[in-house]
């Protein structure tokens, strides 16, 4: 006759099925893990990535938005990608996506990122929803983001800097903001962009990250 299970060894199970349970979630958010940081939806026309929340911009102003963590700009961002730039560029031209190539180093301080508009979207374990790229990060001005797909893939591939979404219209960043031109935040201090410690979960939180097609009259 098999003896019953002790009290300890029955705690030490449930503990162990515990500790797995976190190191699973921890490991994916949304259908996407750290060995499979981007999924495309060609039916929704979505791109979902994983980055991490850097918790120095929600105490201090930033001008990107997500930045590749291996890229030269990797850690000076809200967030921190787990995704480069190429296959976030390749990701957005699976759903359609079309960039607007219009930027280039000569004319940045004069001219507006063109291309398709993409709605973002962040959310996290235990979020209620997901949240609008304007509630996660603030602009002093209380301006809307306006993000459009810039494209810029060479320039990106040629100076490594990592960024996917900046916060002013920009030559490199794959994605960026049409509310502001080049220079607006570092150079000419017209906006201030911060992380909302508020809202957003701490230092090292990994987030989902999601950008939407948005249909023309929609």
Same mark, same amino acid.
Request: glycine residues 10%; positive net charge; aromatic residues 8%.
């Given at each position: 006759? @098999?003896?019953? +299970? ?5 705690? !030490?199970?449930?503990? +162990? ?10 490991? !994916? ?12 939806? !060609?039916? =929704?026309?979505?791109?979902?990535? $994983?980055?991490?929340? @850097? ?19 990797? *850690? =000076? ?6 995704? *480069? ?16 190539? @219009? ?6 301080? =004069?001219?507006?990122? !063109? ?37 810029? $893939? ?12 900046? $916060? ?8 960026? @903001? ?31 990250? =999601? $950008?939407?097609?948005?249909? +023309?009259?929609?």
């Amino acid at each position: 006759m @098999n003896k019953p +299970l002790s009290v300890k060894v029955v705690v !030490q199970v449930l503990s +162990l099925f515990f500790i797995c349970s976190l190191a699973i979630a921890s490991d !994916q958010l949304d259908g996407l893990t750290k060995a499979n940081p981007i999924m495309v939806d !060609q039916v =929704k026309e979505t791109v979902s990535l $994983l980055a991490e929340v @850097n918790g120095k911009y929600l105490y201090a102003p930033a001008r990107h938005a997500v930045v590749f963590e291996g890229g030269g700009n990797g *850690n =000076k961002s809200v967030f921190r990608a787990l995704v *480069n730039v190429e296959p976030f560029h390749t990701a957005l031209v699976e759903i359609g996506a079309k960039a607007g190539e @219009n930027m280039t180093f000569k004319n940045k301080e =004069k001219t507006h990122v !063109q291309g398709d508009i993409l709605l973002v979207t962040v959310t996290w374990e235990g979020a209620e929803r997901e949240y609008d790229l304007d509630e996660v990060i603030t602009d002093s001005n209380g301006k809307p983001f306006v993000m459009r797909f810039g494209g810029n $893939l060479p320039a990106a591939l040629k100076k490594r800097t990592g960024c996917l979404l900046c $916060l002013d219209s920009c030559p490199v960043g794959i994605v960026s @903001n049409f509310t502001y031109t080049y220079g607006a935040v570092e150079k000419r201090g017209e906006v201030s962009f911060m992380g909302n410690r508020n809202l957003l979960p701490p230092n090292g939180s990994v987030v989902v990250i =999601k $950008l939407k097609k948005q249909r +023309l009259g929609v």
